[in-house]
């Protein structure tokens, strides 16, 4: 008989198929009574595909040893709750790498010449009448990336394709890279002309862009949020964007997306994006094919590919 594993929300189409020809997948997020699916099959699930897993939804999976995350990103998992379980959590990285920093810099580059606003202004046929005002480029600028990881790598190389700087901060100092290290956030966003966000989520990050740190970016620098909205103090940044005290944001993430503020919509000094970083056919199926890999990498007895617990 097939494993029984526990699905807990939509994955992509060949995701779910590869999962179906080899398991008996129960969908969580597709049942009218979760209660009831979950008491009904308790005794059976070894895994789980998906995120969104707290220490109360183990403890009624007790033969769960496996989290299978879609995503890089894997805070909406209680992972200190399943270390002590001794569940094992995997997650997606690497192959979301490129996609994600390609957006980052169509971001930067959208706002640093209004693209959208660009476009609007000739749909709206406003060109004949005045001319569109002169903005400013990348090149020649500081660019200070928060989570110099995997993708924090590959967002530097392309700012310096750009002709940018690049320094960095994060937990600690990487030796081996050849960037300017800040062991203090705000005194970076004080040098710096951008600020790049792509550091993960959690609470040890939560509001890690403070109010100061935006108030040193300053009403010339330009922030970037590429990663989770919860670590910008948003209400803050709302704020000094509609006054003019930071320069402008270019957003794929919010505070509690899909719903955004409405304040955002009136401003000419952001770009909004809806959470679209790994969002490829390319990307999405890879993430897809490695969440499916480190289940049957488990069942077999064989190391996981990209675990995290």
């Known amino acids: 008989m097939p ?5 807990t929300h939509k994955l992509l189409d060949r995701c779910e198929k590869a999962l179906a020809e080899r398991y008996t997948v129960h969908k969580l997020h597709e049942a009218a009574d979760k209660e009831a699916l979950i008491k009904s099959v ?5 895994a789980v595909a998906g995120g969104n897993v707290d220490g109360a939804l183990m403890d009624k999976l007790p033969k769960l040893e496996i989290i299978a995350n879609f995503g890089v990103g894997y805070d909406s998992i209680d992972t200190k709750a399943a270390k002590q379980r001794n ?9 979301l790498n490129d996609a994600v920093a390609e957006l980052t810099l169509g971001l930067m580059i959208g706002l640093a010449r209004r693209i959208p606003q660009g476009d609007q202004f ?11 005002p002169l903005l400013t480029e990348l090149n020649g600028k500081t660019v200070g990336i928060l989570g110099l990881g995997r993708i924090g790598k590959e967002i530097a190389t392309r700012c310096q394709a750009m002709k940018m700087r690049v320094v960095y901060h994060g937990r600690s100092r990487q030796h081996d890279e050849p960037y300017i290290f800040y062991d203090k956030l705000i005194d970076m966003a004080r040098d710096s002309d951008w600020l790049v966000i792509i550091a993960p989520g959690g609470k040890g990050t939560e509001k890690i ?18 990663a989770r909205g919860t670590l910008i103090d948003e209400a803050a940044m709302l704020e000094l964007l509609q006054s003019k005290k930071l320069g402008g944001a270019a957003l794929d993430v919010f505070e509690k997306e899909p719903q955004v503020p409405e304040g ?6 952001v770009v909004l994006s809806p959470h679209q970083g790994s969002a490829t056919h390319q990307t999405r199926n890879k993430m897809g094919d490695l969440v499916v890999a480190n289940i049957v990498a488990h069942f077999a007895g064989e190391p996981l590919l990209s675990a995290v617990v």
Do not use: H
């Open 87 to 95: 569940i094992r959590v995997t997650n997606t990285p690497n192959v």
């Open 3 to 7: 494993e029984e594993i526990l699905q």
């Open 42 to 46: 308790a005794g059976k699930i070894r």
């Open 122 to 132: 000739v749909r709206q046929g406003k060109w004949p009448k005045q001319s569109f």
């Open 209 to 226: 862009v403070s109010r100061q740190v935006l108030e040193a970016l300053g009403p010339e620098g330009f922030i970037v949020n590429v």
């Open 264 to 269: 955002f919509f009136a401003l000419d000094n």
